[in-house]
């Protein structure tokens, strides 16, 4: 079993900058792409930023130039750096790992439980 825990979301006034983290723990050989995907209240979950495992990384182009994402390979971690944030950005973020090989020649999606970015004077 994998999980994702996500943490590092809160209220922040526009402007500001916030840094999400993103563990993927459990039976882990390897992980092609993990991202990051945010819904806002009443809209459909969209996709922030991705990174595969070679390093190559997508951007939504609302978020580009603002947003970094990055991951630690060794550490199953993926992380996004939110900068100049706008009160549109407010959303639940979620987190999603792609393509989880644990063995017996099987790749599964995961995703995390979510945490709240508000953005707000």
């Known amino acids: 079993q994998v999980q994702l825990v996500e943490s590092g979301g809160g209220v922040v006034q526009p402007g500001g900058s916030l840094r999400l983290s993103c563990a993927a723990s459990g039976s882990i050989f390897s992980i092609y792409a993990m991202g990051w995907y945010r819904q806002a209240p009443g809209k459909q979950r969209e996709l922030v930023a991705g990174?595969?495992?070679?390093?190559?990384?997508n951007y939504a182009d609302s978020v580009k130039g603002r947003f970094i994402i990055s991951r630690d390979n060794a550490k199953n971690t993926v992380y996004l750096q939110m900068n100049s944030l706008k009160a549109e950005d407010t959303a639940v973020y979620y987190c999603?790992?792609?393509?989880?090989?644990?063995?017996?020649?099987?790749?599964?999606?995961?995703w995390g439980q979510g945490t709240q970015v508000t953005v707000s004077s």
């Open positions: 999603k790992a792609e393509r989880v090989y644990s063995g017996y020649g099987l790749e599964y999606d995961y």
């Open positions: 990174i595969r495992s070679g390093g190559s990384t």
